[in-house]
């Protein structure tokens, strides 16, 4: 049953995400499954490796297409924890992916169904089916998390400083 496997699969891609967390970038964790495989992991490594396209879905697609010495990765399903935004969305329709699962939304950057749907599009030569909001609390929580504890950073960040700055001079 793939509709149960799909928890699974996607527990895999949140320890991914957390594993990015830990070096301080954003939680964003990718599986890759070929017929109950998995073929690759990966994770979000923008910030690390200071590339536009180092998405954990592109470095996910990457590694499959080292795996099977193949562009194409059609009998695969990639599971996600965010929803791809254009750049990896554009990919999975080349990389001619059979199905792809993620858990929270992205209302600012998600081309899986919130701001367009380009895996499912028609008017492509392929689509991609698309099945969402699996362990989406988590997935979302992870990411909401993140970034209060970055705000958090940065105004204690700015209030050191001007603590500093409003020293008197010597
Ligand atoms: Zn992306």
Redesign the pocket.
């Known amino acids: 049953m793939p509709e149960k496997n799909d928890h699974y699969y996607m527990q895999l891609a949140i320890q991914e995400a957390l594993k990015a967390q830990q070096i301080g970038e954003v939680p964003i964790g990718a599986v890759l499954v070929c017929q109950d495989e998995v073929v690759a992991t990966s994770f979000n490594l923008r910030e690390t490796l200071q590339t536009t396209a180092s ?1 954990a ?2 470095l996910v697609i990457d590694k499959g297409n080292d795996h099977f010495n193949s562009w194409r990765l059609e009998h695969c399903t990639l599971y996600v924890t965010l929803e ?2 254009q ?2 969305a554009g990919a999975i329709v080349q990389a001619r992916l059979k199905r792809v699962v993620f858990g929270a939304f992205d209302q600012k950057a998600g081309c899986a169904g919130s701001l367009m749907n380009l895996l499912e599009d028609e008017r492509f030569n392929h689509q991609v089916e698309v099945r969402s909001g699996v362990e989406e609390a988590i997935c979302g929580q992870l990411l909401s998390d993140f970034f209060r504890s970055l705000r958090q950073k940065k105004k204690a960040l700015k209030e050191k400083n001007r603590d500093e700055q409003s020293q008197p001079a010597e």
């Open positions: 998405h879905e592109m791809p935004c750049m990896c």
